[in-house]
């Protein structure tokens, strides 16, 4: 499979525990887009890397948050002192850094905050 | 900043008919628009987009859309639906040149037999 995938599918969790999620993108896609979805709600965007640099994140994406990509190739989202709030689906996308260029979406991580 | 507006939740339809969702956005210049499908357990598909050019814009799966540019408009068309076409439906802005979609509320299409 040459698509998106993001591991783990669910995870459960504690309040106040740290939660780590990781995204490998399609093998020769340099920018990578991470986003969180609630219920009934549409995706939200909330940073995206061109290759290892990080360059725009929103305001979505509080101190508890943080986004990596090392070496331009996988990604990982990690949420300190998970809240309830937290609980969401969180989505990752990558697509070519050429022009306007489809994202393609993984299948996403299910974060359950108890 | 730019918005999206899906203004149906729920749409349902039977097995062969027509159906139309509607999407509202907010821009001040022209935006470049999409329609994603996203069906339980997979990721988000895309549809089709428009950029510019010619206003109604053919996707796959037998979808089409038009661009309404006096109405703020691009709602999405398929003339058969198929109980396979179950699902969620998104429509998003973005701004030219971000890279970064706005995704509205989506609309969950229930196809009856």
């Known amino acids: 499979d040459t698509g998106v995938s993001q591991d783990p599918r669910h995870k459960i969790t504690k309040r106040g525990q740290n939660v780590t999620f990781r995204c490998d993108p399609i093998?020769?896609?340099?920018?990578l887009y991470w986003y969180r979805q609630t219920l009934g709600q549409g995706p939200e965007f909330l940073t995206y890397f061109q290759n290892e640099a990080q360059l725009e994140k929103s305001r979505l994406l509080s101190d508890r948050f943080s986004a990596e990509r090392p070496k331009g190739s996988f990604s990982t989202l990690e949420i300190q002192r998970t809240e309830q709030g937290d609980s969401a689906m969180y989505l990752c996308?990558?697509?070519?850094?050429?022009?306007?260029?489809?994202?393609?979406f993984g299948p996403g991580t299910r974060l359950t905050v108890l | 900043a730019q918005s999206v507006t899906q203004p149906d939740i729920h749409i349902t339809v039977s097995e062969g008919a027509s159906l139309e969702l509607r999407c509202n956005y907010s821009?001040?210049?022209?935006?470049?628009l999409f329609w994603y499908v996203q069906s339980p357990g997979q990721g988000l598909q895309l549809l089709l987009k428009?950029?510019?050019?010619?206003?109604l814009v053919q996707g796959i799966k037998g979808f089409e859309a038009e661009f309404k540019r006096s109405q703020s408009s691009f709602n999405l068309r398929k003339p058969s639906v198929h109980w396979s076409d179950a699902a969620e439906y998104f429509c998003a802005v973005e701004r030219g040149g971000s890279y970064i979609p706005t995704f509205g509320r989506g609309t969950s299409l229930i196809v009856h037999p």
């Open positions: 821009y001040g210049a022209t935006p470049y």
């Open positions: 996308a990558s697509s070519l850094d050429r022009g306007r260029n489809e994202q393609f």
């Open positions: 428009y950029f510019s050019g010619d206003t």
């Open positions: 093998s020769e896609h340099n920018r």
